[in-house]
């Protein structure tokens, strides 16, 4: 059974930091690109950031490059977004995907449709 569980959430004050954590499992982490959607209320999900199956390629929105950062942990199974400077504009629920590729693959999936998995979801909440 293949989870992927957020975690990390919260409130902040504009301009402060949070790191969001993904933990996954039933699934062989080494073939799966992980990516970071948000999504606001009446909104669709967007694209923030994805990292490659091989780990070596990282690609984000142009609203949050320069200030979010996608990581992973293959010991671990674990995936990171670190996300600097946060603008009220951030506040959304962010979802963790994992999307197939071959083992060692660079590609950087970055629509919705290339994810198999999701997570259920952790809310962020940037205040003025």
């Known amino acids: 059974q293949v989870q992927l569980v957020e975690s990390g959430g919260g409130w902040v004050q504009a301009g402060g930091s949070l790191t969001l954590s993904c933990a996954v499992s039933?699934?062989?982490?080494?073939?799966?690109?992980m990516g970071w959607f948000r999504q606001t209320p009446g909104k669709e999900r967007t694209f923030v950031g994805v990292?490659?199956?091989?780990?070596?390629?990282?690609f984000h929105a142009n609203s949050v490059t320069g200030r979010f950062g996608v990581s992973r942990d293959s010991a671990n199974t674990m995936v990171y977004l670190r996300m600097n400077n946060l603008e009220p504009e951030d506040t959304a629920v962010y979802y963790c995907?994992?999307?197939?590729?071959?083992?060692?693959?660079?590609?950087?999936?970055?629509?919705?449709?290339?994810?198999?998995?999701w997570g259920q979801g952790t809310q962020v909440t940037v205040s003025r």
């Open positions: 995907g994992a999307s197939r590729q071959m083992s060692g693959s660079s590609y950087v999936p970055r629509t919705e449709k290339e994810y198999n998995y």
């Open positions: 990292i490659s199956a091989s780990g070596t390629n990282t």
């Open positions: 039933g699934l062989s982490f080494s073939e799966y690109a």
